[in-house]
């Protein structure tokens, strides 16, 4: 027999506040359910005592309608009523029983299923039965593969069982689930999975979304973060080192004194006399150097002297380069130019560079689309940058983000 009334009842709000703070899943959803005549006489009489405040009565006709229902139907059907009488009472374990019950009925599926399979979820979580409660939520995500929000708080849950790569993966499929709606995944969500992929070393999938991150959200310290650790994950030369400090200056990553020292150590170092004076100026500027301060001093008293010489010799550097037969004076011609700022003329001698060849054609072209950039010509400096293989193919993704949102 069919029975409609106690069918169209619905269990309502349960929540799995210790484990999901997004668990707004949808409803149990009615049911057409197929009883027997002593099931459907059972369910009447609890139905009939839900509505009564008598709990002797009410607990009488729970333990009645249970012992008749022997169908799948008639089990789901007392579980319903069961919870109303817990959520009623405000009885906590009622409820519980009646989730288990309803799993158990076999009858929810799908998204009526998942609120149901998370309530348990929350419950082995509270008592320490972590496992189980990942077996669970593992249930509850096959079941909504598409919710991104539902797959990022799986992808918290792994990392709390230190579950790093899985995490990782779990807060990517969030990141493109959200994305794939035509929404901005939260900030957090890329933040998380980066610190997740940095502390597990896990080099390409942090690398990415370093990137990721500072596509969506291109702030200062996100740029810093993000090229912090693809300078630790990535396979990094003391070039790619100097030629990631200089992207951190291009997005205002720079920050604090040991940011600006190394980089000026490091073209100092590197006979770029020009742009390290440049940079420990800017440091000043900032605020975030100190000209007193003992190292900082005897750096701008050391540069200072020799970017005036340098800057003088530019142009005999850029006429011998153009007439020379290797591509090495160009390359340190354009190096020059690049560090004062002329970008233009970097670009000119770093294309010299690449016909006069001799030189790795990554580490040029990654450097005339730099240039190319700050210069204002963004299609010729993307085209520079596909160019780039290898190591510093990363680096030129980077540019080319940062490029993407400087001209939106």
Known sequence: MR???????TVAAIGTAAIFASAAFAQIQPH????????????????TATATPDRAAQDTALNTARAAAQSAS?????????????RARGDAQMQNQAIDALVA?????GAELAPLLAAQASRAYSAGDLRGADRLLTRVVELQPNNPVLVADHAQYKARLGERPQAVTLFQRAIELQQAAGQPAPQSWHQRALALAFDGRLAPQGIALARGLVA???????????????????????????????????????????????????????????????????????GQLNAS???????????????????????RARTQALA????????????????????AEAAELYRAALQKGGQDPNLVNSRLGAALALAGQRAEAEAAWRAVTGPRADLAGFWMTWLARRAS
């Open 293 to 315: 301060e003992a190292e900082v001093r005897q750096l701008i008293t050391r540069t200072n002297p020799r970017a005036t010489t340098a800057r003088n010799g530019l142009a």
């Open 105 to 109: 009925s076999g009858v929810p599926q």
């Open 32 to 47: 057409i359910l197929n009883i027997s005549r002593d099931e459907r006489i059972a369910l009447n009489a609890l139905q």
């Open 74 to 86: 008639a089990r789901y059907a007392v579980a319903n009523l069961q919870f109303q009488l817990g």
């Open 3 to 9: 029975m409609t009334k106690i069918a169209r009842l």
């Open 216 to 286: 969506a959200y291109p702030s200062p310290s996100n740029w810093r973060d993000a090229l912090l650790a693809y300078r630790q994950l990535g396979t990094v030369d003391a070039t790619l080192d100097v030629d990631i400090g200089r992207l951190m200056r291009a997005t205002g990553a720079l920050f604090g004194e040991r940011d600006y020292l190394e980089l000026a150590r490091s073209l100092d170092g590197t006979s770029l006399p020009g742009e390290a004076k440049a940079v420990l100026d800017e440091g000043v500027q900032r």
């Open 324 to 343: 020379a037969d290797t591509g090495a004076p160009a390359l340190a011609a354009a190096d020059a130019q690049f560090g004062f700022g002329n970008y």
